[in-house]
């Protein structure tokens, strides 16, 4: 599998932008770079992914570099909700075993009023 | 999107017992999961609960041990067998349906206390 490193913590200001950088120098060509979160005391959720080019959702922002060796998920204006394990995460979807989500250590995001 | 209902939330059982946590999804999906999430640790995938046969388990996990039902597309159990404090854990079930541009779908989780 496809591996992905990140920062164990980062800490950001509320209200100010948050740059969450993602490593996967391994990656191939049909994965796809997914991003999680999990809220404390609840199970994951999604944010957001892309395949080469930048997404924009309601949530987040995900920046991808042009060899696709890295991505970064950028918050807009952290808020104190968005406190959480964000989880970047490679998916080959054509492959049987990409259905399933292989966890890292996710970056532990802390926000500060 | 796919909502999940997990049950129960939590737990604490007596060692040597067995809990068994149900997983009921509120549309039919493809791929069904378990994963374990240890204390202070990241999430790890126990099986794929396959529909109709038995659950395909990843390394380090067991049948007799983790045995997973899957009669249909949308409700699929996990019991944990004979246990100890050592699986003492945030057991979560996750959905998703094939494809490139399909996410995943988290259950609330169960979390256990085995004393």
């Not at chain 1, 999680?36 to 987040?60: C, D, F, K, W």
């Not at chain 1, 970064?72 to 259905?99: E, F, K, M, S, W």
Request: aromatic share 8%; hydrophobic share 30%; glycine share 6%.
């Amino acid at each position: 599998d496809a591996k992905t490193t990140q920062p164990n913590s980062m800490e950001s200001n509320e209200e100010e932008p948050v740059h969450l950088p993602c490593n996967h120098s391994t990656i191939s060509g049909t994965d796809y770079i997914h991003w999680y979160r999990q809220l404390p005391s609840q199970g994951p959720e999604y944010v957001i992914h892309g395949l080469t080019s930048n997404v924009n959702n309601r949530m987040a922002s995900l920046a991808i570099a042009e060899d696709r060796k890295s991505s970064t998920l950028i918050l807009h204006r952290a808020t104190l909700r968005d406190a959480a394990v964000y989880y970047c995460i490679l998916r080959d979807p054509y492959n049987n075993a990409g259905n399933m989500l292989t966890f890292g250590g996710g970056t532990r995001l802390m926000v500060k009023p | 999107s796919a909502v999940i209902s997990q049950k129960p939330s939590r737990d604490i059982c007596q060692r040597g017992t067995s809990l068994t946590i149900q997983c009921q999804v509120d549309s039919q999906v493809t791929m069904m999961f378990w994963y374990r999430q240890q204390p202070g640790q990241s999430l790890t995938l126990i099986a794929t609960a396959n529909q109709g046969s038995e659950a395909t388990y990843e390394s380090g996990f067991v049948i007799d041990k983790f045995p997973i039902s899957r009669p249909n597309l949308t409700f699929s159990t996990l019991t944990v067998s004979n246990m100890s404090p050592e699986d003492s854990s945030i057991y979560l079930c996750s959905v998703t349906r094939q494809g490139p541009n399909t996410e995943a779908f988290f259950g609330q989780g169960t979390r256990l206390t085995v004393v």
